[in-house]
Structures are given as structure tokens and as C-alpha cells.
């Protein structure tokens, strides 16, 4: 159901120069891992989509933003001070993990360009048991965000712009090097462009309609 609530801005923490996780009450608000909210400011006209970064257990609310320049909002919220006035309306979406994925050992593919990985975190932190591997495309590595949240051996960094730390190219070069797993489901979140390259590339390798779910921020 989704509904609209008042919450309070219990911490800002900067991530990278111009990316921070913004921590906000609960509040009684309930998700599923992988959903969005609506963000405002009460009094303020403007509103923002932003994916859940913490999981569904935190008694707590985590958003990883980004600030964009130019930018209102994203820039904005980083200059929120603890106890600021915020409303929150959701959840929403359906950009969920299927609910036999973890039952059957599926495996599951995440592609993320950016802050795209946020709906990710929440999924992984929601479902320790899942067989998973996240495909994080930045440009920089310091925008490997909390990349030691993952298991050993299953976040796969693509930095475009840095030699020297993960995979130097795209997500769709690593993934034109390395192939897929035709039986894993693929869920892509980030920019448009990643989104349709990506799954143009998997289509063109037998990968079908139904095993791609994706998530477009801008
Ligand atoms: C379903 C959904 C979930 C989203 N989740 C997140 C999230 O978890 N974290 C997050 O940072 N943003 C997320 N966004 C984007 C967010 O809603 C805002 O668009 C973003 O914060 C910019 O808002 P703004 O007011 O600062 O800039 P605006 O003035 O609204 O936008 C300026 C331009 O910035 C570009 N832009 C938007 N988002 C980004 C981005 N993340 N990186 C680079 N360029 C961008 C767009 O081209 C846009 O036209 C999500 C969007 C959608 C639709």
C-alpha cells in the first residue's frame, strides 16, 4: 500500500565528494527490497524518486545519492541538518527479486551504473542467502560505494575512466569479454543508455525478455 508519512533526517554521510547516504526515520514505512520512495521537502513543490539503500530489516531508511550539477534537489538534501522535517510517499515499483530466487539457488546477475546499485544493496542485505554477482560500472573507483558490503568474490567493479582497480571498460565490455550465464535473471538499474546496450547484448546471446528486469534513473 502506499502512503505518505513524516519523517527526520537522522544522518548525512558523504561517500565520495559528491555522493552521500542520506539516513532517515522509518517510521513504520514498509518495503520491498528493490523498491523506490518519493522525496520532499514539506512546503516545497519539488519532489525526487529515490531507490532504498538499506534493507528491509534496518529500522532505519538509506538513500545513496548523488549529487547532479546541474541539480536542485540531489544538491539540496546533502545540506539537510539532523532532525530536518522530510516526507516520504511509497513505496514503489515492481523492481523486486522473484520470490522462488533465493529458494532455487537462481543465480542472479546485477548490472549498475553509479548510484543504479543502490536498489541492489537493499536486495542483497534483504536476502543473505542469495546466489548473486553485481556488475558496478562507474567512472572513478572512489565511486566503488561500500564495495566491501559484498561478499568476496561477487561485486565486479568496471571503472571506465582508472586503470588499475576491478575491470578497466564498460559493464557491456566486461561483459562482451567475459560472457554470461544464460540461466541467470539480469536486473539493470542506472542511466538509460547502460540499460539498452545492456540488454541489447544479452538478447543478442539467447538471454530472454523474462529474465531481464530493469530500472531506468535518467
Ligand atoms: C525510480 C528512480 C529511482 C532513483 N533512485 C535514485 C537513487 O537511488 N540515487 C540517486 O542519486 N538518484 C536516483 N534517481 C534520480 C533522482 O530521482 C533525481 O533525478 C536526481 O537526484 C537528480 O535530481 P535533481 O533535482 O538534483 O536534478 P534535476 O534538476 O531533477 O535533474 C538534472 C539532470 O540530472 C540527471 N540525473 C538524474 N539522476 C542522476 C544520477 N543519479 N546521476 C547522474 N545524473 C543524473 C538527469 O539527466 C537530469 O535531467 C532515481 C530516479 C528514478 C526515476
Redesign the pocket.
Known amino acids: 500500500m502506499n502512503n505518505k508519512i513524516q519523517s527526520k533526517v537522522l544522518s548525512v554521510s558523504n561517500v565520495t565528494d559528491s555522493a552521500y547516504v542520506l539516513r532517515l526515520e522509518r517510521n513504520g514505512f514498509e518495503f520491498k527490497a528493490g523498491q523506490?520512495l518519493v522525496l520532499s521537502i514539506p512546503g516545497e513543490r519539488?519532489a525526487?524518486?529515490?531507490?532504498i539503500?538499506s534493507s528491509e530489516t534496518d529500522n532505519y531508511i538509506e538513500?545513496?545519492?548523488?549529487e547532479?550539477d546541474?541539480?536542485?534537489?540531489?544538491?539540496q538534501l546533502k545540506y539537510l541538518k539532523v532532525g530536518a522535517k522530510v516526507e516520504i510517499s511509497g513505496p514503489f515499483?515492481y523492481f523486486i527479486l522473484s520470490n522462488d530466487a533465493v529458494a532455487n539457488n537462481t543465480p542472479v546477475v546485477f548490472v549498475a551504473t553509479?548510484?543504479g546499485i543502490?536498489p541492489f544493496r537493499s536486495i542483497i542485505r534483504s536476502n543473505p542467502a542469495l546466489n548473486y554477482k553485481v556488475l558496478h560500472g562507474v567512472r572513478y573507483k572512489t565511486e566503488a560505494y561500500h564495495y566491501t558490503d559484498y561478499e568476496e568474490g561477487r561485486y565486479q567493479l568496471c571503472s571506465s575512466r582508472e586503470n588499475g582497480i576491478g575491470y578497466k571498460g564498460r559493464v557491456t565490455d566486461f561483459i562482451s569479454d567475459n560472457g554470461i550465464n544464460k540461466n541467470a535473471l539480469y536486473y539493470l538499474c542506472g542511466?538509460s543508455a547502460m540499460i539498452n546496450d545492456v540488454t541489447d547484448l544479452l538478447e543478442e546471446r539467447g538471454i530472454l525478455p523474462d529474465q531481464i528486469k530493469t530500472?531506468?534513473?535518467?
Open positions: 523506490y519539488k525526487r524518486e529515490y531507490s539503500y538513500l545513496l545519492i548523488k547532479v546541474p541539480g536542485e534537489m540531489s544538491r515499483g553509479g548510484t543502490s542511466n530500472e531506468v534513473f535518467f
